[in-house]
């Protein structure tokens, strides 16, 4: 099939034939990041614009790489640094942008429906890399792109994503595309990190991280947003590391050949244990890698190249 979609929005909409297809596509385009000249010219004369609301540092440099690789024009824009501070809309931003003859918008932002709401007022293709709550979809892409490198197939596994999964977006759009893909999902947090819709996405939940390890094939470690934290949801890290945090014991829950997964940045020793992180499970830096391509294939397919 060929790619129709002027925009890439959430993981919900898209069939399991777009997944697949974007799949082959980054599998096609990551041997770029290995020659010695990084450069492919499929986006020459594009221009890419990153319009970042929000503090990154993986997404927007691995979308600005993702996009030179492919030889476009990238402008990487600050908030604190434009008409924002002077109460100038996000429409209005974005459409003084795109009358530049911007291609391709990457949007991070902190209200969920954010990239949804741009992309109906832009003729500009609209890229999603994290709204709020609600979704991060290139983040689930490069983690299916991951497990499938890594495990050769994802229908019939099973995956444990730990951790505040009320507050992430990384965890719904994973749990999204991993049921889609006919994997297992677990999910497993104290109660007050868990939404109260995450059985209706299709997920199995636990409380004790000790079950939900057993049998698993992939652990998705989930950051645990201080930032959003109150005596409400948790008393402390303290204790949340004693009943959360992955360490190499529990590691031996799991089946011997499980990989270890964790979007980033991390907090050591409170939801993964420095052993486990940089031990022979962990493909952390291997998402970080496939992410580039990942971005790439997006960009490529929404382009028209395809």
Not at 164 to 172: E, N, T, Y
Not at 275 to 297: E, F, Y
Request: glycine share 6%.
């Amino acid at each position: 099939m060929g790619w129709k979609r002027k925009d890439l929005l959430t993981i919900t909409e898209l069939s399991v034939e777009e997944i697949d297809l974007i799949l082959s596509t980054a599998e096609s385009l990551k041997e770029v990041g290995g020659r010695d000249i990084k450069k492919v010219p499929a986006l020459r004369g594009k221009t890419v614009v990153n319009l970042f609301f929000e503090p990154s540092t993986r997404t927007r440099t691995s979308f600005e790489l993702a996009a030179k690789r492919l030889s476009a024009d990238v402008i990487n824009f600050s908030p604190s640094t434009s008409s924002v501070v002077k109460g100038e809309t996000l429409i209005d931003t974005a459409r003084n942008i795109e009358s530049m003859q911007a291609d391709i918008i990457v949007l991070r932002h902190s209200s969920p429906g954010a990239a949804e709401h741009l992309a109906r007022f832009v003729q500009s293709s609209v890229i999603n890399a994290g709204d709020g709550w609600h979704e991060h979809p290139t983040q689930a892409l490069l983690d299916v792109f991951t497990i499938k490198e890594k495990m050769n197939h994802i229908e019939g596994l099973t995956v444990v994503i730990v951790g505040d999964v009320a507050h992430s977006r990384v965890a719904r759009s994973n749990i999204a595309a991993l049921t889609k893909l006919g994997a297992e999902v677990r999910v497993v947090a104290p109660p007050t990190m868990l939404p109260l819709s995450v059985e209706r996405l299709g997920a199995r939940v636990f409380y004790r991280f000790n079950d939900a390890l057993v049998g698993a094939d992939v652990i998705m470690m989930l950051r645990l947003q201080r930032e959003r934290l109150g005596r409400a949801l948790l008393p402390s890290t303290r204790e949340y590391a004693t009943l959360f945090c992955l360490t190499s014991e529990r590691l031996k829950l799991a089946k011997p050949e499980a990989i270890v997964m964790h979007p980033g940045p991390l907090n050591r020793g409170i939801e993964i244990s420095p052993a486990v992180a940089d031990g022979p499970a962990a493909v952390i830096l291997d998402q970080v890698t496939n992410g580039v391509s990942v971005r790439m294939a997006l960009m490529y397919l929404l382009s028209g190249a395809a």
